[in-house]
């Protein structure tokens, strides 16, 4: 900034185009101290029955607290965990904390609800998933259907029968999958048709256009999204509900639960543990 100033905007423009590329190789390096310096950490979001509107699951939902840069989001370095193979170490990380954590709350009575990991498809492609899970469950005493994983479709854009194999090997165990941000992609329909799934979560995208004028496509999606997972034995959640009116909308269209921040945002376990009692199932 100091520079910037200095030299005007010609700098400021120059100075944010460095930023921009040399921003992935700085994070890199700083990715690799990161687990070793315990910078992150887990945030939760709960998930919420549409009709009692209390909490039947929760998300979990990393963040990096990064000692200069501050909270950052994992949108900006999940992208490079898994351009450097990362991933797989975080990943481990993950389900390691959210297992240890969810089979806290459920001792203490605080909580008795499935914990959710969302998943990256290297995860399911390399390393052996199936047995890291097996051995995390049997470390922390967490009963297999308190564990959900959340998975894109981009778990079948390689390696797809191994990626489908693995969670229908996970799925015997016990563990409950959800198909995350369905609708987004561009093979939605062929990975319901493909994925062994419990649950679905409706892209967020859907959520946003709901009751807003000029909306009847958007919620005539919404709904039929909704009859079609029902039609095959799938529960449904939205995502992202920020209003009282889409909250209505969905609960019009027998949208099983809702998350979003009308509820709650991810907050950390201090938080989260004190929002507990006020929903809690
Ligand atoms: P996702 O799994 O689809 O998670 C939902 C995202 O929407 C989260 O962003 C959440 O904070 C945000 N969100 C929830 N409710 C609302 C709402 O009402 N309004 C708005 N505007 N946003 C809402 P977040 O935490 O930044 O995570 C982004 C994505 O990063 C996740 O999308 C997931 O794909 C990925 N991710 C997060 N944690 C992990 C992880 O531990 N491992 C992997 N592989 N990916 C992760
Ligand atoms: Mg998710
Ligand atoms: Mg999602
Ligand atoms: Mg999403």
Same mark, same amino acid.
């Given at each position: 900034?100091?520079?910037?100033?200095?030299?005007?905007?010609?700098?400021?423009?120059?100075?944010?185009?460095?930023?921009?590329?040399?921003?992935?190789?700085?994070?890199?390096?700083?990715?690799?101290?990161?687990?070793?310096?315990?910078?992150?950490?887990?945030?939760?979001?709960?998930?919420?029955?549409?009709?009692?509107?209390?909490?039947?699951?929760?998300?979990?939902?990393?963040?990096?607290?990064?000692?200069?840069?501050?909270?950052?989001?994992?949108?900006?370095?999940?992208?490079?965990?898994?351009?450097?193979?990362?991933?797989?170490?975080?990943?481990?990380?993950?389900?390691?904390?959210?297992?240890?954590?969810?089979?806290?709350?459920?001792?203490?009575?605080?909580?008795?609800?499935?914990?959710?990991?969302?998943?990256?498809?290297?995860?399911?492609?390399?390393?052996?998933?199936?047995?890291?899970?097996?051995?995390?469950?049997?470390?922390?005493?967490?009963?297999?259907?308190?564990?959900?994983? $959340?998975?894109?479709?981009? &778990? +079948? =854009?390689?390696?797809?029968?191994?990626?489908?194999?693995? /969670?229908?090997? #996970? @799925? $015997?165990?016990?563990?409950? &999958? +959800? =198909?995350?941000?369905?609708?987004?992609?561009?093979?939605? /329909?062929?990975? #319901? @048709?493909?994925?062994?799934?419990?649950?679905?979560?409706?892209?967020?995208?859907?959520?946003?256009?709901?009751?807003?004028?000029?909306?009847?496509?958007?919620?005539?999606?919404?709904?039929?999204?909704?009859?079609?997972?029902?039609?095959?034995?799938?529960?449904?959640?939205?995502?992202?509900?920020?209003?009282?009116?889409?909250?209505?909308?969905?609960?019009?269209?027998?949208?099983?639960?809702?998350?979003?921040?009308?509820?709650?945002?991810?907050?950390?376990?201090?938080?989260?543990?004190?929002?507990?009692?006020?929903?809690?199932?």
């Amino acid at each position: 900034m100091y520079r910037a100033k200095k030299y005007g905007i010609k700098y400021q423009i120059y100075s944010h185009l460095m930023t921009k590329a040399t921003l992935g190789l700085e994070l890199e390096m700083d990715l690799r101290r990161a687990l070793e310096g315990d910078e992150f950490e887990l945030y939760f979001q709960p998930k919420i029955d549409t009709n009692s509107r209390r909490i039947v699951g929760t998300e979990a939902l990393i963040r990096w607290l990064h000692p200069r840069k501050g909270v950052i989001s994992p949108n900006d370095f999940i992208p490079i965990a898994e351009e450097t193979g990362m991933i797989l170490k975080i990943g481990d990380w993950v389900i390691q904390q959210a297992c240890r954590q969810n089979k806290i709350w459920m001792d203490e009575g605080l909580l008795n609800v499935p914990i959710s990991v969302n998943i990256s498809p290297l995860q399911l492609w390399f390393g052996d998933i199936v047995k890291s899970i097996k051995e995390v469950l049997t470390q922390t005493g967490l009963p297999p259907d308190y564990l959900e994983l $959340e998975v894109t479709e981009g &778990i +079948a =854009v390689q390696n797809e029968i191994q990626a489908i194999e693995r /969670l229908g090997a #996970l @799925r $015997e165990l016990g563990i409950r &999958i +959800a =198909v995350d941000d369905f609708g987004k992609g561009y093979s939605s /329909l062929n990975s #319901l @048709r493909l994925f062994p799934a419990d649950s679905l979560k409706v892209d967020k995208a859907f959520i946003d256009q709901l009751s807003i004028p000029n909306s009847e496509k958007n919620n005539q999606i919404t709904k039929h999204i909704i009859s079609l997972a029902h039609a095959i034995g799938l529960r449904v959640i939205a995502e992202g509900v920020e209003s009282e009116e889409q909250f209505h909308c969905l609960k019009a269209f027998n949208c099983d639960e809702v998350q979003g921040y009308l509820f709650s945002r991810p907050i950390p376990e201090k938080e989260f543990r004190k929002l507990v009692p006020l929903q809690a199932t």
